[in-house]
């Protein structure tokens, strides 16, 4: 007896709803481990974002003036707690995953590494200051800022060191928000509030306060600043294989060029953030999507390949239309005719950088792993070096053009050496 439509039709559905539910466990087990690090991602994105309408707005309040350069001075106390976000999620979710028992002086190290560069950063935007005549912002309103986004930088180190753990634990939904917060509360301050340059960092110290007390009651913090000393120069090493655009902007140009004070390293901030801000998001989009999809099946330097080539596209699209995104993001009334060609000049001279700047930091992983921080770490001394003569030039005559070129040829040459070092021998099999 041949069966009716309706019963093969009930039949067929049986069979396909049979090999569907093993299909969407697959589909479901494959998800959940990434989701972690791509909420992370997101939450990123999302910092990034709102980072750039804060620099809209005080594009709009300063331009390129004497004030935004000692803004970028002042702020500049916050770089080290970026840096430590960078290193300190992935390496402590490596270390529970491999579960290793140094954890705890890892984090101590890295701590201790980031209150001592937050002091740096703090004596020179201070001299610097000092240095350009002081007169472009009052004493106490440089005092206030400077001192105000010290305290939120150590504070944003700590909920750094705790997404790491967050995430090593599955545990994600608020942490991954920790910095969009503490950026959207800036940019609230900066709308508000009639303090000069100490305006968003009022807004950083109120938020990273409130959501360490938060994130960390009921924690013992003490522990974590008894570091080994052999742990200190390994932490150092870390935070400069990671975030090398940072450094010698840091502790280079913006000394340098900020002592001028006339502006220049305002109109070179500019086109700087225009273009890694570009690259930060494809890292955050594409560089953590890529390695928390794929696992461990694609070796470190082929996840580096895949985001260079998916945002090679990007630079060039922001270097043919760098005109119309600084008249979109910065101008606003506050550029003069020269300061949109200075900028946009820059903007297209850094360009190149973009699918760089996202695809390094997936190779640091693997530099590591090969034990091959000594040759990293060389490599980023010549890169500072490079950096430093052309930044001594640009600072001498007033022409930053060489120094964005610069800054292009160093990362590339980054990007080859590391890549080399991601692909050596393990020191052990080496040994072996």
């Known amino acids: 007896m041949r069966p009716d439509g309706g019963a ?3 039949s067929l559905s049986a069979s396909a709803s049979a090999l569907g539910r ?28 709102l980072d750039l309408v804060l620099e809209m707005r005080l ?56 209150v001592l560069f937050t002091a740096l950063t703090v004596a020179l935007a201070f001299a610097v200051w000092w240095l350009s005549g002081a007169d472009a912002v009052p004493a106490v309103e440089m005092f206030a800022a400077t001192s105000a986004f010290a305290a939120a930088g150590v504070a944003m180190g700590l909920l750094s060191i705790a997404a790491g753990q967050h995430v090593a634990e ?27 340059i100490a305006a968003p960092a009022v807004g950083a110290i109120v938020s990273s306060a409130m959501l360490v007390l938060i994130v960390w009651s009921g924690s013992k913090l003490a522990s ?35 002592a001028l004070g006339d502006g220049t390293l305002a109109t070179l901030d500019f086109a700087e953030k225009t273009t890694v801000i570009l690259g930060l998001a494809g890292y955050a989009i594409i560089g953590v999507g890529t390695t928390a999809l794929s696992g461990a099946s694609w070796s470190y330097r082929r996840r580096a390949l895949v985001v260079l080539l998916l945002l090679t596209p990007v630079a060039a699209a922001a270097a043919i239309f760098a005109r119309p995104i600084v008249s979109l993001l910065f101008e606003r009334g506050a550029f003069s005719a020269s300061d949109s060609v ?13 699918p760089f700047v996202a695809a390094v930091p997936l190779l640091v992983p693997g530099v590591r792993q090969r034990d091959a921080l000594r040759a990293g770490l060389v490599l980023i001394a010549c890169g500072l070096l490079a950096h430093t003569l052309a930044t001594a030039y ?35 099999q080496a040994l072996g």
């Open 8 to 10: 093969v039709a009930t």
């Open 394 to 428: 640009a600072s001498y005559a007033g022409d930053p053009r060489p120094l964005t070129i610069t800054f292009d040829a160093v990362y590339a040459l980054l990007f080859a050496g590391f890549y080399a070092l991601a692909g050596g021998p393990a020191r052990n």
């Open 170 to 196: 599955g545990r994600f939904a608020f942490v991954s928000v920790r910095v969009p917060l503490i950026r959207a509360a800036m940019l609230a301050c900066a709308l508000a509030l009639p303090l000069g």
């Open 224 to 258: 974590w600043w008894r570091p080994q000393l052999r742990g200190l120069a390994a932490a150092a090493g870390l935070l400069a294989l990671n975030a090398y655009p940072i450094i010698p902007r840091l502790l280079i140009e913006r000394p340098l060029l900020g």
């Open 59 to 114: 594009a709009a309040l300063w331009g390129t003036s004497p004030r935004r350069d000692m803004y970028l001075l002042a702020s500049s106390v916050l770089v080290p707690a970026g840096m430590l976000e960078l290193v300190a999620i992935p390496l402590i979710v490596d270390i529970r995953r491999r579960a290793a028992a140094n954890e705890r002086d890892v984090i101590a190290s890295l701590a201790t590494v980031t």
């Open 22 to 49: 093993p299909l969407s466990r697959a589909v479901v087990l494959l998800i959940l481990p990434a989701l972690p690090l791509m909420l992370l991602s997101q939450g990123f994105l999302l910092e990034k974002a």
């Open 342 to 354: 200075a900028v946009t000049e820059l903007t297209r001279l850094l360009a190149p950088s973009i």
